[in-house]
Antibody, heavy 121, light 107 residues
């Protein structure tokens, strides 16, 4: 069965970077876009971008250009998101989500459990 | 960016009620809209894709519809497990955008 297992909660200092992971299993990792979504405490959902692990292509929400960097390791079927120059605004839960790809079935069919990132000195 | 306006922002209903949640798009997105159910401490769950298609495993009491730029998620007979926040998402144009959500509670 398809599973997306995300790394554990992070407590990081302002100005630092953090890299969170999303390990995929139960499907061909290289054949599906992996998206990342942010949820700040008490707020709604915000789309960050996607990566296609098959060739490393990425697409970002311009708002996250320079903030988020998406990568993927085909050998371990793991997608990563690095967040840099962290501020309190980056404190949030971050989800990875697989996108179903058979038109018009473009939707996020499987999600990771989410990673809480807390930025605090 | 495309704005999705969800209404109401919150509502309460009784068991067995027919409930309709609305998502209005600021510009044309065709049928490229999906709905997600989000409960505390869990990841969002896909409910509807391409405006009217039921995602795998979703009970048949859920349905999606579209009228112009207005999209609706309807629950034909509310059950206690349906209490959650519901988000719509447009995937017609980058950046993908979510609505602010509708919180559905039991009366």
């Amino acid at each position: 069965q398809v599973q997306l297992q995300q790394s554990g909660a992070e407590l990081v200092k302002p100005g630092s970077s953090v890299k969170i992971s999303c390990k995929a299993s139960g499907y061909t990792f290289t054949s599906y876009d992996m998206h990342w979504i942010k949820q700040q405490p008490g707020n709604g959902l915000e789309w960050i971008g996607w990566i296609y692990p098959g060739n490393g292509n990425t697409k970002y929400n311009q708002k996250f250009n320079g903030k988020a960097t998406l990568t993927a390791d085909k050998s371990s079927s793991t997608a990563y998101m690095q967040l840099s120059s962290l501020t309190s605004e980056d404190s949030a839960v971050y989800f990875c989500a697989r996108e179903a790809t058979v038109a018009p079935q473009y939707y996020f069919d499987y999600w990771g459990q989410g990673v809480m990132v807390t930025v605090s000195s | 960016d495309i704005q999705l306006t969800q209404s109401p922002s919150s509502m309460s209903a009784s068991l067995g009620d027919r409930v309709s949640l609305t998502c209005q798009s600021s510009q044309g997105i065709g049928n490229y809209l999906s709905w997600y159910q989000h409960k505390p401490g869990k990841p969002p769950k896909p409910m509807i894709y391409y405006a009217t298609n039921l995602a795998d495993g979703v009970p048949s009491r859920f349905s999606g519809s579209r009228s112009g730029s207005d999209y609706s998620l309807t629950i034909s007979s509310l059950e206690s497990e349906d209490t959650a926040i519901y988000y719509c998402l447009q995937y017609d144009e980058y950046p993908y955008t979510f609505g602010a959500g509708t919180k559905l509670e039991l009366k």
